[in-house]
C-alpha cells in the first residue's frame, strides 16, 4: 500500500498571485490598447462631457453645433426667476446670454492631449474610466441682469412692521406685526450664475432676506392692561414749539420697554436738530428763556416722567429746570438736552412695558401699557416743604435817566426750594414712601435803573451862581 502524498501548503497562494498578475497584465493591456485607439483618433474623446452635454467622438466642428443646438433649444424658453407661487420671465437677448461654443468645443479636444505625458495618462485615464467634464462657460451682460434684478426687488421688497397696541378708553387691541422681506441681489445673482453654468438650467430660486421687525406680537401678547396715563396742556399759537412736541411724542409712540430694560429719552427721540424737523423755539438755557432748536420738547420728556412715576417705574435719571416750568406741578419736571442731560427710566414690571404717546389738540398724553397684577400700589405725587424765595431788588443808578425816573430793567420772579416724594398706598395703607428729590429753583432778581440825569433848567441857575 502506498503511503499518502500531503497536499503542497504553497500550491493555492500562489495560484492566487499568478491569477491576479494576469489580470493585472489584461487590464493594463486593455488600457493601453484603449489609450492606443485613443491617441490614433482625431475625435473629441469618448466619456467627455461639455457641462451636462456628451460630445465623445465628435469632431470640434460637431461639438460646436451641438453645443450651438442645445443652447437654442434650451434658451428657447425664458428664463424663470423664481419666489414662492411668483415667479419673472426673463429672455436671454434681454440679457445677451450666450456661449463661446467653438472655444468649449476646443477645450473638450484638448482632453487628454495638452501637457506632459503623464499628464495626458492621467486624464485619458479619467475619461475612459470616470467621464471628464468640462466646465460650461456661459456669459451675459452684468449691468442689464443686474438692471432685471432691480426690478424685481422694487415690486417683491416690502417693510418690515412692528406690532403695535391701539387703545380705546380702556380696550387694547393688539396689531400683528409683519415681517419685511428684501431680495438678495448678490446672492440671487451668484444663483443665477452658476445654475447656468452647471446645466444651463433656466429656472432659478431667487434668495430672499426676511427683515424682521423690531416689535412682534409675541412681545405685545401679556400687555393688557393701563398702568397710567399722564396729561399737559400747551400753547398752539406757538406754532414752533407745537410742532417740536408733536415730532418728540411721535418718536416716542409705540414704545416697547421689556422688563428690566431701561428708557432713554434721548436715545429714542434723538438729536433735536432742523435736518430732523425740528424748529426753533423759547427754552430755558441757564435760567434765561431764549429761541433753541426743539424748544418744547422738555415738556414731553416732564410728562413722560410724571406717568412713569404712577406706573411705579424706576427713575434712573432726572434733572429739574433752572426755572419752574408751568406745564406741570412744582417739582414734577425733568429737562432734557442734547448730549448732556437725559431722562432715563427702568421697567421694573416682570413683563413687558408699552409706551403710547399722542397729541390731540394742545394736549400731549402719554400712556404706560403693561401686564394687569394683583397688588399694584395707587401712587401719589406729593410736593411737601415748599419754600417760596422772595426776589431781591437791585438798584442801578443810569446817568442816562432823567433824575428820580425809574424803569425795571428785569422782572423780578419767585424761587421755589421744594421736597417731592412718591408715595405708595395698597387697600388705602401706606407703603413706602420715595424721595424723588429736592429741587432748588433759585429766584430772578428784580433789576431797576433809577434815573440820575439833572435837569435842563437846573443846571443853567446852578452855571448863573457861580459866575
Partial sequence: MQPETMPNAVSRPAKLISFLIFILLLSTLSFFTANAAIIMSDSIYQGVIVGDTDVGGLSEEAAKQKLLTVFRTRTAEPIRLLYGEKFWTVKAEDIDLHIDAEQLASKAYQVGRKGNIVAQLQERYLTINQGYIVPLAVSFNPDKINSVLMDISATLDTNPRSATLLVNQADITLIPDEIGRKLNIVKSLAEITTAINLHLSFSVKLTVDEIMPPVRAADLQDINHILASYTTQFDLSDTNRSENILIAAQKVNNTLVASGQSFSFNTKVGLRLPEYGYKKAPAYIDGVLVPDWGGGVCQVSSTIYNVALLADMAIEERTSHLRPPGYVPLGQDATVADNALDFRFRNTTPSNIYIKAEVLGNQVEIIILGKRMQGIPEIQILASDTKVIEPKTIVKQDPTLELGKQVVEEEGQKGFLVTTQRIKRINGKEVSRELLGVDDFRP????????????????????????
Fill in 444 to 467: 430772578v432778581d428784580t433789576i431797576l435803573r433809577v434815573g440820575t440825569k439833572a435837569p435842563a433848567n437846573i443846571s443853567k441857575e446852578k452855571n448863573v451862581m457861580v459866575k
